[in-house]
């Protein structure tokens, strides 16, 4: 895989589900956890800097890229994944997360026991307002459902993470965009979710 000179280590989640993490560089640990939409090669522009300071374990979280996936969906299994990543690496280990994986760890840090510092990138977190309009995961899934998931992945960006039209544009002539339509399954799931430790609020 260009720009991926590393090689797939798998960890196995409290489910038994496979997580698939590409591990390249030489340092000490470092888990990378992507966001929604899509898998380890989301971290390609920053890879060559994190490698040369980090032994780096950029994650495919599950259903996306190598790692497997379970009979059911919760944000409680992506948190125990992420946990057994760290914990399966020796540690200690850093763990940086982004978007929804941001949350992921961030839940994942009230149980992982190898853990030394956390970064979180953009992290979703629920603030009093919806993070979704109305209807949209309804629209998300119907798009999945007719297996429009190039149409899964246009609307999740303008309508959640609310990216410009103009900018939408540049990201699908990227190399990135294949790995976001291929994990465009993930979108009405994850989207559905709520913190663990916001449920209340």
């Known amino acids: 895989m260009l720009g991926w000179p590393g090689m797939m280590s ?10 698939a993490c590409d591990k390249s560089g030489d340092g000490p640990p470092l888990v990378l956890v992507h966001g929604t939409t899509a898998d380890h090669t989301r971290w ?3 890879l060559p800097a994190v490698r040369a300071r980090f032994t780096v374990y950029a994650c495919d979280r599950r259903s996306s890229g190598a790692s ?3 009979p059911s969906y919760s944000m409680e299994r992506e948190v125990e994944d992420v ?3 760290v ?13 929804y994986g941001a949350i992921c760890s961030l839940e994942a840090a009230t149980r992982a026991k ?16 919806p993070l979704t309009p109305p209807g ?32 939408l544009d540049r ?20 989207s559905r979710q709520r913190p663990i430790h916001f449920r209340g609020g």
């Open 10 to 19: 798998t960890f196995t989640s409290k489910d038994g589900t496979p997580i």
């Open 44 to 46: 390609a522009p920053v």
């Open 68 to 70: 497997g996936d379970g």
């Open 83 to 85: 946990a057994a990543v």
């Open 87 to 99: 914990d399966g690496t020796g540690g200690p280990v850093d763990l940086l997360g982004h978007s």
């Open 114 to 129: 190898n853990l030394r510092r956390l970064v979180l990138y953009e992290p979703p977190i629920p603030a009093g307002t």
């Open 136 to 167: 949209v995961m309804d629209r998300l899934q119907a798009l999945l459902d007719a297996g429009d998931r190039e149409g899964v992945v246009s609307t999740f960006m303008l309508e959640v993470p609310r990216v410009p039209p103009d900018q």
């Open 171 to 190: 990201m699908r002539s990227l190399p990135a965009w294949q790995a976001r339509v291929a994990a465009a399954g993930t979108s009405p799931r994850a």
